[in-house]
Nanobody, 119 residues
Framework: QVQLVESGGGLVQAGESLTLSCAAS????????MAWYRQAPGKQRELVAG???????NYVDAVKGRFTISRNNAKNTVYLQMNSLKPEDTAVYYC?????????????WGQGTQVTVSS
């Protein structure tokens, strides 16, 4: 069973930066997609940033130019560098991994890490 462990969350002031890490228990080459989602209180979980095994990335409009997703294959870790944080970035951030197989798609989630941005 795949385990994803997030770290790096915390309380920061608006304008500051944080880097989230997601360590996988398996070689991340096995994943077609790795991504970061977030869920704020009372809101649905939303995709923040994603990266494919081919190296492409995508971001939700609200974080473009401020957040960067990257992966270190040697460490089996995906990162989310978050700059110029805003109070509206406050949420629980979840790591997600997806493996697309012939007969099924395997999806895994981390336990989440809280990010709180004060104004």
């Amino acid at each position: 069973q795949v385990q994803l462990v997030e770290s790096g969350g915390g309380l920061v002031q608006a304008g500051e930066s944080l880097t989230l890490s997601c360590a996988a228990s398996v070689n991340i080459f096995t994943f077609n997609v790795m991504a970061w989602y977030r869920q704020a209180p009372g809101k649905q979980r939303e995709l923040v940033a994603g990266t494919t095994s081919g190296g492409s990335t995508n971001y939700v409009d609200a974080v473009k130019g401020r957040f960067t997703i990257s992966r270190n294959n040697a460490k089996n870790t995906v990162y989310l560098q978050m700059n110029s944080l805003k109070p509206e970035d406050t949420a629980v951030y979840y790591c997600y991994a997806e493996s697309i197989l012939i007969v099924q798609t395997l999806r895994s989630w981390g336990q989440g890490t809280q990010v709180t941005v004060s104004s």
